[in-house]
């Protein structure tokens, strides 16, 4: 009898091991980007942290993008930014967001260097953009594109204490990839009856609508963000050129239309006189958007992205440079 439960016991504590060591090396678990708290814009990833994580390298420089180092030699600058869309999270590698790869062809379009930088974070509001820019200024920018989604029209900041609390905002990793395992992934979306979607990608997404639900993802606010005439208002006021980009929902490419929180950013840019970008003019195809996600690019996604943002940007920087 002792010995049965002996040989339990070392099965148990093996197949404990290898999925320990399968979680850490194959999939990056203990390996998570980081978060920081920020007073102006609640949160951003850690400044300065290169982590593996399910096969994707996720770097950011000491202003916590994800782009290399600023310098102050960059004579060509770009600031792209936005959420999770721009931002990529843990399953976009580095190299193949639509800023790196807009850096590169700009680079080779202009023969010159130019940085695209991307600020950005997961769940950010335009109000957590303007705030980060009011804080870091502008980088000597030549354009300036928002990359926004519907629900961005009432994603209002609420500088509520998320980091190191929600888990898609962890500030620490974790000392064990199981009890990673069970308390990011396995607890909260199997006990907790919480969407994949919401723990993993959108830490402040309420709902996620269909095709049928006009609203689409809703985040809560009671009023139009505030951050979209602030971008447009620090982009005038030091003679930057500004743009929005309106990216669809899967929901809103189903319906061929824009939801009502889309048309409220639509007609704000028509009264604002800002130029707007409808990405669904043209949309990418559904394989472009990962699976079982209603907003966020794959790899060719992403790509998607940097072929429609490249000859607007190539237009404005060969007019001004």
């Given amino acids: ?14 197949l404990a091991v ?25 949160y951003i990833y850690a400044p300065n942290q290169t982590v ?8 950011t420089n000491s202003l916590s993008m994800r782009s290399l180092e600023v310098s102050d030699k960059d004579s060509v600058v770009v600031l792209l930014i936005g959420d999770s869309v721009v931002n990529g999270g843990s399953l976009t590698d580095n190299d193949d967001l639509a800023s790196t790869l807009l850096e590169a062809r700009l680079s080779d379009a202009l023969g010159k260097s130019v940085r695209v930088l991307n600020i950005s974070a997961g769940s950010w509001g335009p109000d957590n953009s303007a705030a980060y820019l009011r804080k870091h200024g502008f980088f000597n920018a030549s354009i300036m594109c928002l990359v926004a989604s519907s629900h961005d029209a009432f994603d209002l900041m609420t500088h509520a204490d998320q980091v190191g609390i929600d888990p898609n905002l962890p500030d620490k990793q974790f000392k064990i990839a199981l009890v990673e395992l069970w308390s990011r992934y396995l607890y909260p979306i199997y006990f907790k009856d919480i969407k994949f ?4 990608y959108a830490p402040k997404i309420d709902s996620v609508g269909t095709a049928e639900d006009q609203r689409g993802i ?23 050129p500004f743009f929005i980009y309106l990216h669809p929902e899967k929901s809103e490419i189903e319906a061929g239309q ?7 950013i639509i007609e704000f840019a028509r009264q604002d006189s800002i130029r707007l970008i409808r990405e669904l003019d043209q949309p990418p195809p559904l394989s472009y958007y990962r699976e079982k996600d209603v907003i966020h690019y794959n790899r060719d996604g992403q790509k998607f992205l940097a072929d429609r943002l490249f000859p607007i940007f190539e237009a404005y920087l060969k007019e001004r440079n």
């Fill in 52 to 59: 593996k994580r399910f096969g994707n390298t996720i770097k």
């Fill in 218 to 240: 809703w985040k809560g606010g009671d009023h139009f963000n505030p951050g979209f005439g602030e971008l447009a208002d620090m982009a005038r006021n030091n003679e930057i």
């Fill in 18 to 42: 290898c999925v320990e060591l399968i979680l850490r090396f194959g999939y990056g678990f203990c390996s998570a980007p980081l978060y920081v708290k920020d007073a102006d814009y609640e």
């Fill in 197 to 200: 979607n919401h723990v993993y």
């Fill in 1 to 14: 009898m002792l010995s049965t439960i002996r040989k339990v016991f070392l099965s148990i504590l093996f």
């Fill in 258 to 264: 824009y939801n009502e929180q889309g048309l409220d």
